[in-house]
T-cell receptor, first 114, second 110 residues
Framework: DTEVTQTPKHLVMGMTNKKSLKCEQHMGHRAMYWYKQKAKKPPELMFV???????INESVPSRFSPECPNSSLLNLHLHALQPEDSALYLC?????????????FGDGTRLSIL | QQPVQSPQAVILREGEDAVINCSSS?????VHWYRQKHGEAPVFLMI?????EQKGHDKISASFNEKKQQSSLYLTASQLSYSGTYFCGTSYNQGGKLIFGQGTELSVKP
């Protein structure tokens, strides 16, 4: 069991749907991350939130919209996705978002776009 | 700039040792090591900061050679539970953004 909880575990959606991925942590961490991982590839950073403010956006298309309502919660809103967006979406958190601190990952949401 | 891991894959018998390398062409601030089993979350193993320190975790240890900008992960007396894909994640400043290497798939057979 991981300390970062992601829901749902699996999601299938059509290209015109709107859905959201949710991530929660109760470790008091102030940095939270979204990564995208394709099969047999490394995680790729999408967004970083530090103290509930967006600090890094890795030029992610606007059909992905992150939101950090409070220090424990991170959402990723999805709209008009493309088939190539099918992947495992991982959420992670770290204590203060510094490079010398470990990142704790959730089990991910496996997303399939029809 | 993505770090380069080697080897890409390795097969071991239980009890054998392995070394996984992670190299960067740019000066590193820190190197993280994670293990990911199929269908599971990446699990943190250890962090090394610039300064060439070596860390250990049970029979898994790592080093950071600042001259070569390379980190090596050492797995000794491997167990079946060591199987998985090992990723190094590198950062080039204190900011915390990690770039992961392409991964090394490790299989330990009985």
């Amino acid at each position: 069991d991981t300390e970062v909880t992601q829901t749902p575990k699996h999601l299938v959606m059509g290209m015109t749907n709107k859905k959201s991925l949710k991530c929660e942590q109760h470790m008091g961490h102030r940095a939270m991350y979204w990564y995208k991982q394709k099969a047999k590839k490394p995680p790729e950073l999408m967004f970083v939130y530090s103290y509930e403010k967006l600090s890094i956006n890795e030029s992610v298309p606007s059909r992905f919209s992150p939101e950090c309502p409070n220090s424990s919660l991170l959402n990723l809103h999805l709209h008009a996705l493309q088939p190539e967006d099918s992947a495992l979406y991982l959420c992670a958190s770290s204590r203060l978002g510094l490079a010398g601190q470990p990142q704790h990952f959730g089990d991910g949401t496996r997303l399939s776009i029809l | 700039q993505q770090p380069v891991q080697s080897p890409q894959a390795v097969i071991l018998r239980e009890g054998e040792d392995a070394v996984i390398n992670c190299s960067s062409s740019k000066a590193l601030y820190s190197v993280h090591w994670y293990r990911q089993k199929h269908g599971e979350a990446p699990v943190f193993l250890m962090i090394l900061l610039k300064g060439g320190e070596q860390k250990g975790h049970d029979k898994i240890s790592a080093s950071f050679n600042e001259k070569k900008q390379q980190s090596s992960l050492y797995l000794t007396a491997s167990q079946l539970s060591y199987s998985g894909t090992y990723f190094c994640g590198t950062s080039y400043n204190q900011g915390g953004k990690l770039i992961f290497g392409q991964g090394t798939e490790l299989s330990v057979k009985p």
